[in-house]
């Protein structure tokens, strides 16, 4: 049993024309039982920046909190707002700071840069970013993730298009893997705003 | 407590005001009370308690013509959602505690999930420039602060804060130059009702004017108080004639969406606005 697939999750970030949409699921379980189906897994940053947080629930939590406390002490000295690249290289930093003893999750970045434009990154539970133009994806059915992904995507997607995509992608992967599903949440970001959705599918 | 230095009026002082630990014989901390005496020659700054937010004006000192201001204010600092404070004194000093009083907000939120009490916030500044006068050898802080905030267990409330550690909630209050000047105008007119009001809710009131000590103080809003600190800060500034240029005018209210606080300074516009609204105030009151 591995520490990050305790408690289960399934999160995919995915960028369009001008826009990303990010979407996880809501279970929360201890193994196999579940506990929970509205567990969040995805935070607000900012209007223009989300994150998705997959693995261990305590750390998913704690490490919501944690960046919430270093971007507010950002925006109160330097009077502006992080951008998704600076928040990917802060949540980096405060992964590899606990190099020897680490948060028990990968997450994944989505946002908007200064220029609109879409900006994805995702890490291991010690801070390695990869930077993508397509999608990110991370949790316990990463492989379904990937595959549902490379066949669905496609590049330049306007933000309905994009949100059909994601949520078809997500809702195939989850139906595979025990520890993820319950219930889906789907975030859109576009410059004008934040529309998101609740999805349910399979309550298995 | 304190009251003001004599210049080195004893010999006796001047033995014990180098070291900020020590007492005099007279039982003061010379060193504390230097640096309250550096406070009164800064710019000042007014705080006032509405009923609806908190305004707080401040002088603002421009040296040269030739700075570059890299921040939005040298007076005006914001140190979480609800709260903010203005400075008078130091402005490095001040760099360090404004710091200290952020950091001290975001890790209460992180462990507590929850918004830092005003005071509690003001209490934690305050114990740290307190171990400057007791511990270490080292000069206290020169700045005084006024901390405006809201919480949901007192609403709005003002603090005032000096080198010492001291502090204490105020309805309004000055800090700065002539600050002696901008309390005793505060004084008379915080509270007291506007001379155009009609008497029509205030039978009472018409009774107990004879006792003013018994006559309660009526709460301006915040639109009223803008007016009192920007009457308050021409007092002080030498009876210059008020210019939006020279002073700053924030104020904190409650965010329209209902989700936290809104924190405004006033734009030239807006701060115009006030200036001419005060003066055709007092224009008026000459005439009558």
Known sequence: ?204 | FFSPTPLLSLTMARRYDASTTTFSPEGRLHQVEYAIEAINNAGTCVGILASDGIVMASEKRVTSGLLAPSKTSEKTYKLCDHAACTVAGLTADANILIDQARLRAGRYTYQYQEAIPVEQLVEHVCNYKQAYTQYGGLRPFGVAFLFAGYDSHHGFQLYQSDPSGNYSGWKATVIGANNQAGKSLLKTEYGAKPKSDDDDDAPEEMETEEDPAEEEIRVPDVTEALRLAVKVLSKTMDGTVPSPEKMELFTMTLAEDGEGCAHHILTEEESKKVVDDVEAEAASAGDA
Not at chain 1, 57 to 64: C, N
Not at chain 1, 65 to 73: A, D, M, P, V
Not at chain 1, 101 to 126: H, R, T
Not at chain 1, 187 to 203: A, M, N, P, Y
């Open chain 1, 1 to 204: 049993m591995s520490i990050l697939e305790y408690n289960g999750a399934a999160i995919i970030a995915m960028a369009g024309k001008d826009c990303v949409a990010i979407a996880a699921d809501t279970r929360l379980g201890v193994q196999a039982q579940t506990v929970a189906c509205d567990f969040r897994k995805v935070f607000k940053m900012n209007d223009r920046l989300f994150v998705g947080l997959g693995g261990l629930a305590t750390d998913v939590q704690t490490v919501d909190q944690l960046l919430k406390f270093r971007q507010n002490l950002y925006e109160l000295r330097e009077e502006r707002q992080m951008s998704p690249k600076v928040f990917s290289n802060v949540l980096s930093n405060l992964l590899y700071e606990k190099r020897f003893g680490p948060y028990f999750i990968e997450p994944v970045v989505a946002g908007l840069d200064e220029n609109n434009k879409p900006f994805l990154s995702g890490m291991d539970l010690i801070g390695a970013p990869v930077y993508t133009d397509d999608f990110v994806v991370t949790g316990t059915a990463t492989g379904n993730m990937y595959g549902m992904c490379e066949t669905l995507y496609k590049p330049d997607m306007e933000p309905e298009e994009l949100f059909e995509t994601l949520s078809q992608a997500l809702l195939a992967s989850v139906d595979r893997d025990a520890l993820s599903g319950w219930g889906a949440v789907v975030h859109v970001i576009t410059k004008d705003g934040v529309t998101s959705r609740e999805l349910k599918g399979r309550q298995d």
